[in-house]
């Protein structure tokens, strides 16, 4: 592909992507076509051979486990990696940590750029709880449901009760800190509730560090 900037021009002198498979090689690839280097984070599990770490300049495994909260979610090591490799920007891709707002900030304090939007932004609608109060202050009209970022309602027999309590049936359970579609579940019967939060909670804390859902 033909270059879209000179080396003089190109946003970023070298990006490391805090993200995996096919949206760390898209992401590589239009880097490519920039001329901005990049640097791939692979997990024990994907190890060197991943395509992302073929395709990138340099490749640098993270983590202690195969598992996305053992590697892809570990904030510090990625903000270090970053250092070491000398990247001014890291771009997170989707999912993961693209909407934790704590990341953003470590990355802004250690001088990195974060490729998305300011933290602020991130605060305000990262987490999608808060994303839906702040829509129904502003008087947008919302789809029927319950969310809340207290831990305490969290409990599966009381995020259970509000639903069927309300009779919210056919509902969609989601992440609050949800992004992609990872962790979304449709449920339409009541004896289906609890199996369907188990695993929504799972995925969720699996893919996002985080279990609360909405």
Do not use: W
Not at 3 to 16: C, E, H, I
């Amino acid at each position: 592909h033909r270059a879209l900037f000179s080396t003089k021009q190109r946003p970023f002198g070298k990006v490391l992507i805090a993200n995996r498979g096919e949206i760390a090689c898209r992401i590589i690839d239009t880097c490519r076509k920039l001329r901005i280097p990049t640097v791939a984070v692979y997990s024990s599990g994907d190890g060197p051979s991943a395509m992302h770490a073929q395709m990138a300049d340099e490749a640098v495994q993270i983590g202690t486990g195969p598992e996305a909260s053992n590697s892809y979610l570990q904030m510090d090591e990625i903000v270090d990696v970053a250092l070491r490799t000398n990247s001014d920007a890291v771009h997170p891709g989707y999912g993961f940590l693209s909407e934790n707002a704590i990341f953003a900030k470590k990355l802004q304090g250690a001088g990195v750029t974060f490729v998305g939007p300011p933290s602020s932004a991130i605060e305000a609608m990262g987490s999608k709880a808060k994303a839906r109060e702040l829509m129904i202050d502003a008087g947008v009209s919302v789809v029927p449901g319950f969310s809340s970022d207290d831990n305490e309602i969290q409990d599966p027999i009381a995020l259970m009760e509000q639903v069927c309590g309300n009779n919210l049936f056919p509902c969609l359970l989601k992440p609050v800190m949800g992004g992609g579609g990872k962790g979304m579940k449709v449920v339409l019967h009541e004896n289906d509730f609890l199996e369907a939060l188990e695993s929504c909670k799972r995925e969720s804390l699996s893919s996002f560090g985080d279990d609360r859902v909405i």
